[in-house]
């Protein structure tokens, strides 16, 4: 009996205690990939608070101080120390290196699964896409802004594989905009060319052009950016939503003070809705943990509040009642899912937005107006057309555009890229006019200006100090 | 006999508790007689008319001490009168032996050796005295008894002469004489015997005896543990004879331990066993056997649950992930089952504790945090025997002063119209149609109609100066709460011949618990026969079935909790009182009602709970059977299998009375609020069945499947005369599976009818989703799925132990174990792990020189040192995944997600434990006892190690960490005659010191609220406790000390996010208290019996509670906590309330309850059991034809007699806990 036992023990001990557990199959790690609420959100207190997009009035903090999270106020006010050490984690950060194990797993795992090479193939692609939409994204809130004399500055720490033990020193930001590229071209191998309409989270050749539009708009690649953009915008799946056909959504009405607020339909929606939102290439949100988008008054200032449908449904003037802060004359900035969630994911709507710019930029200003235009058409409650003659307006123009069909989402972005962008006239100074923070507690009683000029170190978000003290000294902090 | 009087009251008055127990106190009789006195505090508290808690103690100490002396001063002396019957032809003398055991009570002590070679003895004697029996029985054979006490002690015959014929000529004289040791010490209560006369007396404490016998005649002296001698009279001098400890006997009656694969002689255990014998067992009667453990094992900590069971704890926490419960074994197997839930306690005739590595390693990878091993009575070769056991536990009724630490309705009403005028609130209700389902409180409701002017401040004011008069406690405790009651009934049949034993039982508890609608009935049924086809084989089989079928409906703690102190259940009218939950009046106001598909939408907890039906029934079998081949002289070959199957089923049904029901069903519909009008109703209306809830996931069913099949050679011989050797290897091969089901809801469910609905709309999915009456869209209906769950683990193990003896003087063993699991990883050879043991024993009595120290009758040195294990299965070393087992209604695919990051360089957690210990009986027995040392250092323990994010994960385990836990434990015990008095006194008092610490952990990190929270920190123990210095309040904001004291105010988050805790929080103590007690007390006299048990536990600290600063209004249903008073009444050690408009009220509670006053010590003694029982003479048991009646009466935590805080709490039961109530247990136990 013994004998039998021995011979018996390997196999009988290989049964697995629990079903699908070890990786296996290539549908497993489609499920994987599938899960999309594990890829779709960025939880971003830099996109919330750190632009001129944002603004907290100094008299309604003084009245509602309640509503304003320490993390909010420490990304508001452009501060390094109380980021670094009073705020217990960077979600942003976590949020993304955790997509990236995710995607580091299916890499390690396609080949050795049972399933078809075009499985494989197309979860590869997948997970090399993930890899670099997540590594541009925090290169954009971590590092400085790329530039030739930036290309030595610190970059990322380049996680190749899932495991512990692969050190973490960061890499230059050149070798992480390689790597970005590298990881695009791997992606390049997807076979599907449009949009899956029922698996808006996976990619397809018209989505990494979608990305790469904007990617190339950022490096200053105007050429590259356009081209990109037409590939894009050659999709016969994603497609403009019209806001003429939003509909109202349920009203609320506050009796103490009285405040109605005018939500449309988006705000009621869930994610098994707003998921399939039919201008997206890629599924990616903007979200906000406080579940609040401040609008500083000059965004408001922008839009045409009698035509533009995005004032009307997006813009609530008294949105700040919604979680009842004492008065009621802050605005909310609210798309989905209460306001807490925007569209941050290549949409029809940035591509065009990329491409006016980018035929701005190369001063083709009819070309520009016409890209903007088509945007504007699905926008406004009338047709407004913008008009421009020359270069600097329509540059103006389109950029006023960006701003106001993308707040909050591409606004952090954009105040870093205009800086090295050798083009002064975007170039933006973001000023709080606010208290005196004292340690990591606000002096209502003594006014203070905080600024975050053209060209700020603050560009690159300070790295959290529960991950620098983890990674015992590998990962090193920006300077300031 | 004035003792027997008295009990004859005592007894009567017993029975009259047990008849009416609602019976009150007559003053008019109150004597002057203190026992009348006690009897009388006893019915009160039976009746629930109980003294404060401070008397009370005082009144369970007088009534401890009372019984105790009572029964001490009052007892005279009495004669044996045993008289047996018994008639047989050629009948084993054991069976005989066994008939007087049960007719007379009293127990034979034997050499079985010495009785093989007896002969079968014929016997047909109606009522003789015990004597004249045992000495028919033993004409002829080379055998010689004597009684002592109630023990029969058979010895073998030294003297078998010719019988004197002379001896009548020869006048008798009296003899006089002193019997001693071979220490010259008298042996007191020895028996002198004429062998020719039958003439027998005892020594008195000096040793000395007198009898009456004539010359030539031959004194039989005897004495347990000690050979018996005969002398022969040659004169009328004085008799001296010296009596040496016997080897034989006291070796073969000595103690056995069970370690589960084998049955070692504790003379030549060299590890640190306790075992839990029979006789006390017997004495406590419990629905759970875990209760009837408790106090008597030292190093095993219980941790109480309210239903009087526990989780045990063997030497300290050895492990921070792992599971850290022992072992379970019944009858060699281990269970699956660790709560004792499937044992009969009533079948248990031992337990034994198995400890240290010695003990433990058999057992191997699951033996690191000790072994209970259980077993069961077996069948013996014997007449018939039935034994009837039954007894009624009542228990104090659920106290709601306990259960809820909910504020009274003055201070309520007083904090909540403070907060509502200094706006402590976070998101209020603020008249929004999304606010339906906010309510608010009754008092609220008045507040908010004053501030939007709907009524006027004095409408406000009487209304809620009416409110604070109304408390709903006493609708509460009458109609939701009940007495609790359980019944149980066991009645065990034995018997049979040498070649088929057979072992029966069967019980039925029903258990009423305190709340209505919970309880539930237990059947049991089990047997074990045993069968002997051949002088070289036996078999054996045994099954253990077991149904319960639970209810639980009744209403929870939080359920009466979220009821305001002002809400009644009940108007003055008999109807539905209003209640509020998840409903906000004034919404539900603007609703058209009549068009909704229920148009009552409201709730009240008693029609909750009397609408609902939630149950559990369990199904459990296990099956035992085995072989024994013996093979040669000494070997013998075991194969044993066991099967358990056990099954449970889960379910929830809400009948359309329950709000569950009609909110489900009103709210989930397509309504336009502005026109009014219901467009689609999604729920069809009637009834709902939802499976059921365990832990945090729903089940409909749940089964269980395991086998253990085991295979093992056992030898035991002794070469020559001095060498022992006993050995055992085996393999053993064991696999348990779990099946699971979530079924769908039933909607639209009449259980009278049979009929069910399905949503008419389906439940909604991608691109098909529905609106709920607030408007929202995409939503989907809960219960469309059948989830499903499977694991599967499997064991394999290859051991072997082996014990050499020399010359009884010294034992060395040792012992290997290697065990694998089917653990995921990819290198199987991790998946095995080496496990050993080498111990030794010195058995000091033995050797030469002990002779001269002459107080120590036995001692002996152990010590042991080996290795156990630990799997931490939680984690992998392969990255794992959870794929999803249906669709998801989000994306409309199969997802997964990451269950476990792995960890490649995962290995199995190690426990190394040296331990010495010495056992040791002096002054003749009057003090047993023994003392263990160990040490346990826990290697590659599993820690969690906080990594860079960026790796993926924050932490992971690793094997990193090192726990030490160092130990003493001491059992005392006494089991003697007190001179002068027919009262037998016995002691057992166990004391354990555990000392742990954390040695070793990696962990860069550790924030205030993670030390806080339980967190582990290098250098400090497993439970430790911290606190914030707290530095008072400045300009109306509360501050504690920050790192290097810098003051930190209370809403400043970063300090306790972010600050490292070891900058500035104190280290206050463990939670985990070092010192656990337990001190058991048996008094006996004539066939009456006390047992007391004191526990207790100390050196430990809890934290006293606080009020809750971060109490919002305005949100919800406001529950404000009874410490309100203590700020209310301006106590200066804690914070006063926020001011006005403070915005950071809410993060108060971060610093509030973990200041460092309200640290106390948690030390307290308490006596836990009370236990009177009498059992009626054999002679009146036999003459109502039975063989042995007793009736027992018994009380449970009667109560604490010491606490070190001042505050009266139990600590391990603060307010707000189920605490385990007070119980009576009044039972009877007939033997046929």
């Known amino acids: 009996m013994p004998v039998v036992l021995l011979c018996g023990c390997k196999k009988y001990l290989e049964k697995e205690p629990k079903k699908q557990a070890s990786i296996q199959t290539t549908d497993q790690l489609e499920a994987l990939l599938n899960n999309a609420s594990a890829f779709v959100q960025e939880n971003d207190y830099t996109a919330t608070s750190s632009t001129d997009d944002a603004e907290i009035n100094k008299n309604d903090y003084k009245n509602n101080p309640g509503q304003f999270t320490p993390e909010v106020l420490y990304h508001y006010l452009f501060t390094t120390d109380q980021v670094v050490n009073n705020i217990a984690a960077d979600p942003l950060w976590a949020g993304e290196y955790k997509k990236i194990f995710t995607a580091n797993l299916v890499l390690a795992n396609a080949d050795n699964v049972t399933g078809s090479d075009a499985a494989k193939q197309r979860l590869k692609a997948d997970a090399h896409f993930i890899r670099a939409y997540s590594y541009w994204v925090m290169a954009n809130h971590y590092c400085l802004p790329y530039t030739k004399d930036n290309e030595g500055a610190p970059g990322l720490p380049l996680k190749n594989t899932t495991s512990y033990t692969e050190p973490l020193k960061r890499a230059t930001l050149k070798e992480t905009y390689d790597f970005i590229l590298a990881e695009i071209a791997a992606a390049q191998e997807v076979t599907a060319d449009d949009v899956d309409p029922k698996l808006p989270w996976r990619i397809s050749k018209k989505a990494i052009a979608a990305f790469m539009s904007r990617y190339y708009l950022f490096v200053g690649d105007y050429d590259k950016s356009i081209t990109n953009a037409n590939q894009a915008l050659s999709t016969a799946i994603a497609q403009l939503k019209d806001y ?16 109605t607020i005018n939500f449309s339909e988006l705000n009621d929606w869930t994610a098994v809705k707003y998921y399939f939102w039919p201008e997206f290439y890629y599924l990616r949100f903007t979200y906000t943990p406080g579940w609040w988008f401040l609008p500083s008054p000059a965004l408001v ?118 800086s090295v962008n050798g083009y002064d006239a975007d170039n933006i100074s973001v000023v709080r006019d606010f208290f005196q923070l004292n340690g990591n507690t606000i002096d209502v009683n003594t006014p203070k200006t905080y600024t975050l000029p053209v060209g700020s170190k603050r560009y690159a978000v300070p790295i959290n100090g529960v991950e620098l003290d983890a990674s015992k000294g590998q990962i090193v902090q920006n300077v300031y | 006999m004035q003792l027997k009087a008295y009990c004859k009251a005592c007894s009567v008055q017993a029975m009259l508790l047990m008849t009416a127990p609602d019976t009150g106190p007559q003053p008019s009789r109150i004597s002057s007689n ?16 109980q003294a404060p808690v401070s008397s009370q103690t005082w009144l369970i100490m007088k009534l401890t001490f009372f019984l105790l002396t009572a029964v001490l001063m009052n007892v005279h002396a009495r004669g044996f009168s045993q008289e047996v019957t018994f008639t047989g032809r050629d009948v084993p003398l054991q069976k005989v032996f066994s008939a007087i055991e049960s007719q007379t009570g009293y127990v034979f002590f034997y050499n079985s050796r010495l009785l093989r070679q007896a002969k079968p003895v014929t016997l047909d004697v109606q009522k003789k005295p015990l004597a004249e029996v045992l000495k028919a029985c033993m004409q002829g054979q080379p055998l010689d008894f004597a009684i002592e006490n109630t023990t029969i002690v058979i010895t073998k015959r030294t003297f078998s002469g010719p019988a004197n014929t002379e001896e009548d000529r020869i006048p008798p004289v009296k003899i006089s004489g002193t019997i001693t040791d071979g220490k010259k010490q008298p042996l007191a209560n020895a028996t002198v015997t004429v062998k020719e006369s039958g003439q027998k007396t005892l020594t008195d404490n000096n040793g000395y005896f007198e009898i009456i016998a004539r010359t030539g005649n031959t004194l039989v002296i005897s004495y347990v543990g000690y050979e018996a001698k005969s002398v022969k009279i040659n004169g009328s001098g004085p008799v001296n004879i010296t009596l040496l400890p016997s080897v034989t006997v006291m070796q073969e009656i000595a103690v056995t331990a069970s370690t589960g694969y084998q049955t070692i002689s504790k003379e030549r255990a060299t590890g640190a066993y306790d075992v839990v014998g029979r006789d006390v067992l017997n004495k406590r009667p419990v629905s759970n056997l875990s209760t009837a453990l408790q106090g008597l094992v030292p190093g095993m900590q219980g941790k109480e649950k309210s239903d009087g069971s ?14 850290s419960k022992p072992l379970v074994v019944v009858d060699g197997f281990p269970v699956s089952d660790t709560s004792f839930f499937t044992v009969n306690p009533n079948d248990v005739e031992s337990v034994t504790v198995l400890k240290d590595a010695a003990a433990a390693s058999i057992w191997g990878a699951r033996s690191a945090n000790g072994v209970i091993v259980i077993t069961t009575k077996q069948a013996r070769a014997s007449r018939l025997q039935v034994d009837f056991n039954v007894f009624t536990r009542i228990s104090d009724n659920i106290n709601l002063n306990q259960v809820l630490n909910q504020a009274d309705s003055p201070d309520f009403i007083k904090y909540e119209r403070l907060a509502w005028q200094n706006n402590w609130m976070l998101g209020k209700y603020n008249g929004a149609f999304t606010g339906i389902r906010t309510s608010l409180t009754l008092a609220q409701e008045l507040l908010y109609a004053n501030e939007t002017g709907k009524i006027t401040t004095d409408a406000m004011n009487k209304g809620l100066d009416s409110l604070t008069r109304i408390s709903n406690r006493g609708q509460v405790g009458d109609l939701l709460l009940r007495r609790p009651v359980l019944n149980q009934y066991n009645l065990s049949i034995s018997g049979g011949s040498e070649r088929l034993k057979s072992y029966a039982s069967l019980l039925y508890e029903k258990n009423k618990d305190g709340y209505i609608k919970n309880g539930y009935n237990r059947y049991m049924l089990s047997f074990r026969n045993q069968y002997r086809a051949a002088k070289f084989i036996n078999f054996f089989v045994g099954a253990t079935l077991q149904y319960t079928k639970q209810e639980t409906s009744g209403p929870t703690i939080n359920e009466i909790q979220q009821l305001s102190p002002y809400e009644t259940l009940l108007n003055p009218d008999g109807s539905y009182g209003v209640n509020f939950y998840n409903i906000n009046r004034e919404q539900l106001a603007t609703l058209p009602l009549g068009k909704l598909p229920y148009a009552d939408w409201s709730y009240n907890l008693l029609r909750e709970v009397r609408g609902r039906t939630f149950t559990n029934e369990d199904l459990s079998a296990r099956v035992q059977a085995g072989v024994t081949v013996n093979i040669i002289k000494g070997l013998t070959f075991d194969s044993k299998v066991q099967y358990e199957k056990r099954k449970t089923d889960l379910r929830k049904y809400y009948s359309e009375d329950a709000f569950f029901v009609r909110d489900m069903v009103n709210y989930n519909i397509d309504y336009n609020n502005t026109t009014k009008t219901v467009n689609q109703v999604y729920v069809p209306k009637g009834g709902i069945e939802t499976p059921g809830v365990i832990g945090n996931t729903n089940y409909s069913n749940v089964t269980t499947e395991s086998y253990v099949f085991r295979n093992q050679l056992n030898f035991d011989r002794t070469f020559g005369t001095k060498h022992a050797v006993v050995a055992i290897a085996g393999t053993e091969v064991s696999q348990y599976e779990t099946n699971s089901k979530a079924n769908p809801w039933l909607y639209g469910y009449y259980p009278d009818k049979l009929q069910a609905t399905v949503p008419p709309y389906g439940y909604g999915s991608t691109g098909n989703t529905f609106k709920n009456l607030i408007g929202s869209t995409g939503v989907t209906l809960q219960g469309g799925n059948t989830v499903l769950g499977w694991e599967q683990n499997r064991y394999l193990s290859f051991y072997g132990n082996a014990s050499y003896t020399y010359n009884r003087k010294y034992t060395f063993s040792g012992s290997v174990r290697s065990d694998a699991s089917n653990y995921i990883t990819d290198d199987p050879s991790l998946r095995w792990s080496p496990f050993w043991s080498v111990g030794g024993m010195w058995n000091i009595q033995r050797e030469d020189f002990m002779n001269k120290i002459s107080f120590v009758d036995a001692l002996s040195l152990r010590a042991t040192y080996g290795r156990n294990g630990n799997a931490e299965k939680s984690t992998s070393t392969k990255t794992l995944l959870n794929v999803g087992s249906s669709v998801n209604t989000t994306t409309g695919t199969i997802t997964a997600t990451i269950s476990d990051y792995g960890n490649p360089l995962l290995r199995w957690e190690k426990t190394t434990t040296t331990n010495i210990g010495v056992d040791f009986s002096l002054f003749k027995h009057k003090l047993t006892g023994k003392i263990d040392y160990y040490n346990k250092l826990g290697s590659d323990i599993v820690g969690l190690v906080s990594l860079p994010s960026a790796t993926g994960t924050t932490a992971q385990k690793f094997n990193n960490a090192k726990i030490a836990n160092k130990g003493i434990e001491v059992s005392l015990g006494t089991d003697l005659k007190i001179p002068g008095t027919p009262v037998w006194y016995a002691t057992s008092l166990t004391y354990a010191y555990n000392w742990n610490r954390i040695t070793d952990l990696y962990y860069p990190s550790i924030y205030g609220f993670d030390m806080l929270g339980g967190g582990f920190v290098q250098g ?88 809750n600063y971060a109490t919002l209004i305005g949100s919800g249903k406001t529950n404000v906590d009874r410490y309100v008073a203590d700020v209310f009444a301006g106590n200066p050690d804690i914070p006063s309330f926020p001011q006005a408009n403070d915005p950071g009220t809410y993060r108060w509670d971060r610093y509030g309850p973990n200041l460092n006053g309200l640290i106390a010590s948690s030390s307290y003694i308490e006596c836990k059991e009370i236990t ?61």
């Open chain 1, 301 to 418: 200032s922008l839009y045409d509040q009698s035509n533009d449908l995005r004032y009307k449904w997006c813009m609530l003037s008294q949105g700040g009642r919604y979680f009842s802060a004492g008065t009621a004359n802050m605005y909310r900035y609210m798309i989905f899912q209460t306001g807490s969630m925007l569209p941050s994911g290549p949409t029809v709507a940035e591509v065009l937005l990329n491409k006016a710019e980018a035929l701005a930029r190369k001063n083709d200003v009819a070309g520009a107006m016409q890209a903007v235009n088509i945007l504007r058409d699905k926008r406004l409650s009338s047709a407004a057309p913008l008009a421009a003659t020359m270069q600097d307006d329509a540059i103006k123009k389109v950029l006023e555009e960006r701003r106001r069909e993308l707040p909050f989402v591409m606004r952090w972005y954009d105040i870093r890229r205009f």
């Open chain 2, 1172 to 1232: 009177i029982d009498y059992t009626l003479p054999a002679k009146m048991a036999s003459a109502i034809q039975t063989s042995g009646i007793r009736l027992y009466v018994q009380s449970r935590n009667p109560g604490m007699v010491y606490h070190a805080n001042d505050k009266g709490f139990n600590p391990d039961w603060l307010p707000g806990s189920n605490k385990p109530l007070r119980t009576y247990t009044m039972g009877l136990n007939v033997q046929f």
């Open chain 2, 310 to 323: 526990f989780n045990f704890l063997v030497r300290g926490t050895g492990s921070l992930y792992a599971d």
């Open chain 1, 244 to 259: 003429k056909t939003i509909q109202a959504g349920i009203q609320v009405k506050y009796t103490n003070p009285n405040v």
């Open chain 2, 1020 to 1107: 400090r123990p497993v439970g430790s406790v911290y606190s914030y210095t707290y530095l008072g309040m400045t300009s109306g904001e509360p501050y504690v000390a920050g790192v290097k004291g810098v003051p930190n105010r209370f809403d400043d988050l970063a300090l306790h996010n972010r600050g490292l805790g070891l900058q500035y929080l104190n280290y206050e103590g463990t939670s985990v208290p070092p010192h656990t007690l337990g001190w058991y007390n048996s008094l006996k006299a004539f066939n009456f019996s006390v047992n007391v048990l004191f526990t207790g536990t100390l050196g430990g600290v809890y934290r006293n509670p606080i009020f």
């Open chain 2, 34 to 49: 203190p026992f009348k006195k006690t009897l009388l505090r006893l019915q009160q508290c039976i009746a629930g008319r």
